[in-house]
């Protein structure tokens, strides 16, 4: 990650519906952010993390 890159996270529903989307600058080269989902069900999610042109997707898991 480069220092000052926005960030996006994005997360989907089963459905393709995003329940949970946010950007910020990357202000660290150790860049961390914690999230809550309290308002959605438990479930199988697509985490989806956007910097610059690279990006990862990954299923998470919701325990409610």
Known sequence: LTVGEMISLQIENSIGQTVF??????????????????????????????????YIRKKIFVLQ
């Not at 202000?27 to 309290?38: A, C, G, N, R, V």
């Open 21 to 54: 989307s946010m950007g910020e600058n990357n202000s660290s080269p150790d860049w961390k952010k914690e999230i809550t989902l309290k308002d959605v069900s438990g479930g199988v999610y697509l985490l989806q993390i956007t910097a610059g042109e690279s």
